[in-house]
């Protein structure tokens, strides 16, 4: 299994924060982990609020956990309360169901991190995620969506 490079998410939120300031967004805080949830790289702006690492950890455990945006997470958790409450108490609540969080693929569709963007709406946090993969030259699932398991890429429905 391969894993994110340091400079892959140091590129990642830079983009990102680059990003935020043109649009003018709220102080972001933008973290990169590796497979396996383990933090890569960690930025928050001046001016961000408490508590934006664990939001920002929470989103991108969140994309990790079931191999989906944050944002899609959220949306199954209002379909299905009852999943979700099991799911929040087996990762002792670890994940935070809001947009921001996208698994980071290579090329190859291979999963090698995440990245959970915080700090101004759901719509523009997961805007901002996508931009700083893509900025990185890296890949979203919805770039393998068409692939299915067949080229060995699984994208999973909850």
Do not use: W
Not at 17 to 26: F, H, M, S, T
Not at 36 to 45: D, I, R
């Amino acid at each position: 299994m391969s894993a994110i490079t340091l400079d892959q998410a140091n590129r990642i939120i830079a983009a990102v924060l680059k990003r935020g300031a043109e649009v003018q967004c709220r102080p972001l805080s933008v973290l990169v982990v590796e497979p396996g949830c383990k933090v890569k790289a960690f930025q928050k702006e001046d001016s961000a609020s408490m508590i934006r690492f664990e939001m920002a950890f929470g989103k991108a455990y969140a994309a990790l956990a079931l191999g989906r945006s944050s944002k899609l997470v959220r949306i199954r958790a209002d379909e299905r309360p009852l999943f979700m409450r099991y799911l929040l108490s087996a990762t002792d609540d670890q994940v935070f169901p809001e947009g921001g969080g996208m698994q980071i693929r290579d090329d190859s569709g291979e999963v090698i991190g995440a990245i959970g963007v915080t700090g101004d709406t759901e719509d523009l946090d997961e805007e901002l995620a996508i931009h700083g993969i893509r900025a990185a030259g890296l890949k979203i699932d919805d770039d393998f969506k068409d692939m299915g398991r067949r080229s060995g890429v699984r994208l999973t429905n909850i």
